[in-house]
């Protein structure tokens, strides 16, 4: 059974920093690049972290670049976002995806809520 498992989410005072942890089990985790999401409430979900298989490249959505910081485990199955200096726009709802393009399979987390207030 596949299932990818997000951790970490929580309340944090704008300036803070955060660790996401999203779990994999059921498939062959190394062979995936991973891929971390967001939605804020009225909003599109955001590509906004992506991190290929083996660690050879990582990418950035201009919002989150200089601040958040795609990595992964293989041997643990799990891709991490740690997240520094945050500010309440990054409140939104987080979500994690493998994506393996030969043959194509794409897996989502159910997603775990960052919430940035004082």
């Known amino acids: 059974q596949v299932q990818l498992v997000e951790s970490g989410g929580d309340l944090v005072q704008p300036g803070g920093s955060l660790r996401l942890s999203c779990s994999a089990s059921g498939f062959t985790f190394s062979s995936y690049a991973m891929h971390w999401y967001r939605q804020a409430p009225g909003k599109e979900r955001e590509l906004i972290a992506f991190i290929s298989s083996m660690s050879i490249s990582t990418n950035y959505a201009d919002s989150v670049k200089g601040r958040f910081t795609i990595s992964r485990d293989d041997a643990k199955s799990t891709a991490y976002l740690q997240m520094n200096m945050l500010k309440p726009e990054d409140t939104a709802v987080y979500y994690c995806?493998?994506?393996?393009?030969?043959?194509?399979?794409?897996?989502w987390g159910q997603g775990i809520q960052v919430t940035v207030s004082s």
């Open positions: 995806r493998a994506e393996k393009a030969v043959p194509y399979q794409s897996y």
